[in-house]
């Protein structure tokens, strides 16, 4: 119960060192190994169903995700600035923001978060079924499968 109670305010931490990073301690790296330790937790209190509820989404989704974010981001400043992966400012105008702008490096955090967002997946997902096979194997149900069967037999 704590877990999912700790597990949201964890990943906006995570989201504030992403995009507090460009100018302070942080960035995608940490902001990602942060979010990837929310979903450790997650995945050791709850076991795999806990995982796919908190996850549904796919890691080679997520790991994709994050390396076209990253490539496009260089891609961006060689198309802006004549360099790859020079940080180029684009200044944006909406109607109730504003006037403001945008730094193609948070591009390449956001990829890089991705990224280790989606290897701790990966990690988690191919690691944590061998042993969640071996304890279901032992004859214990999993827990999530036990809370499963639970609710079908009221």
Known sequence: MVTRLIFHTVLLFSLFL???GHNSPGGGFSGG??????LTVRYLAGGRYELAEAAPVGAGTV???????SVGSGVLGLLLSGRVLESVKVNLWLPL??????????????????????????????????????????????RGLAVQREGEAS
Do not use: N
Request: aromatic share 10%; net charge negative.
């Open 18 to 20: 992403l995009f507090s």
């Open 33 to 38: 190994l942060v979010a990837g330790l929310a």
């Open 97 to 142: 923001i504003g006037d403001f702008y945008l730094v193609t490096s948070l591009f390449f955090d956001i990829g890089v978060y991705l990224v280790v967002v989606g290897l701790v997946l990966d990690i988690l997902r191919s690691l944590g079924a061998e042993v969640d096979r071996h304890v279901e194997a032992a004859g214990e149900p999993a």
């Open 63 to 69: 790991l994709g995700a994050g390396l076209a974010v």
